[in-house]
């Protein structure tokens, strides 16, 4: 098992379909003892496998809920297999874009409600917090940003400096159908085009003026 979780495909979903097969019809023959040890690979894979915006690959990782044999190994270990499997499952319960994966979501997580009640609100409120806390970190991350950009645009400096906060502007279609004024400036003046400068070179200047020279024979051929 661990051999195939280390050969597992990256961008190939009917691979992971095929893999995801096999490593079902390992886990119909394993023995507890030997599940154990590979439990927290497994189910991090198939977390991952639920993740995928592949229905398929979803679909088929969603089925192991559907084996028993399986599901009683889970609840012998529900401390392990729970905070594994909550967070995807109930991430994907309501964004993911394939109705049918919802369904089968819900089913899953049913299953791992009736395995162990008391650990599945545990999961859930733990999830519902850090979900929180992101929120509020991305929060913060924003109001500090706007605090350094608000601090810098302050600052003396800043108009000698060009610090002023950027706008995008569409150039109007004139300036795009006459690739603007003179100087690659266009009608709108917060914006600047410049055009690319390549340098002089003798050789290829050369080269080309001997190709024009001999155009005029090139064309006679033809005719």
């Known amino acids: 098992v661990c051999g195939i979780f280390k050969e597992w495909p990256k961008i190939n979903s009917p691979k992971e379909v095929l893999f995801l097969n096999e490593i079902e019809e390992i886990c119909d023959v394993i023995d507890p003892e030997e599940f154990v040890k590979i439990q927290a690979q497994l189910f991090t894979r198939l977390a991952q496998c639920i993740n995928s915006p592949h229905f398929q690959v979803a679909e088929r990782a969603l089925y192991f809920f559907n084996n028993e044999y399986l599901m009683s190994l889970v609840s012998d270990n529900s401390q392990v297999v729970l905070p594994i499997m909550f967070p995807s499952l109930y991430k994907n319960s309501k964004s993911h874009w394939n109705r049918a994966i919802h369904s089968l979501i819900y089913n899953a997580l049913k299953v791992l409600s009736e395995i162990n009640q008391a650990l599945y609100d545990e999961c859930s409120t733990k999830y519902k917090a850090d979900l929180a806390e992101a929120k509020k970190r991305e929060r913060a991350r924003a109001e500090n940003w706007a605090k350094v950009e608000k601090k810098a ?5 800043a108009k000698k400096m060009s610090i002023v906060p950027v706008k995008k502007v569409s ?53």
């Open 153 to 157: 645009t302050a600052n003396p400096l």
């Open 171 to 223: 150039a109007p279609p004139s300036s795009r159908a006459t690739g603007g004024g003179a100087g690659g400036e266009t009608s709108d003046r917060g914006l600047l085009r410049r055009k690319s400068v390549l340098p002089y070179d003798a050789t290829t200047a050369q080269a080309l003026e001997d190709f024009a020279q001999h155009e005029h024979h090139l064309t006679t051929l033809k005719k």
